[in-house]
């Protein structure tokens, strides 16, 4: 069964319904955002990857009125100085991990990047029916941008090559980018980097 409930309790302990665009346009998050933010990655870092995956993630930030990008560093470096309340006493560090709105793609994971909402269901029908793999979990998510994302969790003993990924994104009609390491995605629950619009998750009882 591929009842999205395990990571729904996930997500809803933390309240993933993301925060505000203050950061990418040089404001200061608040409490309540910092901690979201850090519970974000923290549950991708230990119940996603179960600590086997020291993924990348940067993100975005205003100098001189014009938009700058960050460079990747692993979680481990920005992310394990962060106490659990998101607030660090070192500035520099305390400053990328606000500015942090995109991550890896995980080893264990498919992201099926769709173009129309109505792509949705019959790619779930097709996901629930795969009989070779058979995902854990998966998450829907309106991108903030352009489309929606499926996200597709696995075991995370099982690492997909690009290759693999390649053939099972085009299996299902997605954006055969997302199958490389290489490619960095929007971070669940912050605002998209382009549009300032949130990466918000869909329930799958609410597609209509």
């Excluded at 999205?4 to 346009?25: D, H, P």
């Excluded at 992310?79 to 400053?95: H, S, Y």
Aim: charged share 30%; hydrophobic share 35%; net charge neutral.
């Amino acid at each position: 069964m591929y009842a999205q409930n395990a990571m729904n309790c996930t997500f809803k302990r933390i309240e993933l319904q993301g925060f505000a665009f203050g950061v990418i346009m040089g404001g200061k998050m608040n409490k309540e955002e910092l901690k979201k933010k850090k519970g974000i990655l923290d549950n991708l870092y230990y119940n996603i990857g179960k600590q086997s995956f020291d993924f990348y993630l940067a993100g975005t930030f205003i100098k001189n009125g014009e938009p700058g990008f960050t460079k990747w560093k692993k979680y481990s470096e920005c992310v394990f100085p962060i106490d659990f309340d998101g607030t660090t006493d070192d500035w520099k560090e305390q400053t990328f991990f606000e500015q942090i709105n995109q991550r890896q793609i995980f080893p264990n994971e498919i992201v099926l990047d769709l173009e129309e909402k109505d792509q949705i269901k019959p790619v779930l029908e097709k996901l629930k029916n795969m009989q070779k793999i058979k995902p854990e979990e998966y998450q829907i998510y309106e991108t903030g941008s352009k489309g929606y994302h499926i996200h597709i969790f696995f075991k995370y003993n099982i690492k997909f090559t690009d290759e693999e990924k390649g053939f099972i994104i085009k299996q299902f009609g997605g954006d055969i980018q997302k199958c490389s390491d290489k490619t960095l995605i929007a971070l669940e629950g912050n605002p998209h980097w382009k549009t300032g619009k949130m990466k918000q998750i869909i329930i799958e009882g609410d597609l209509i």
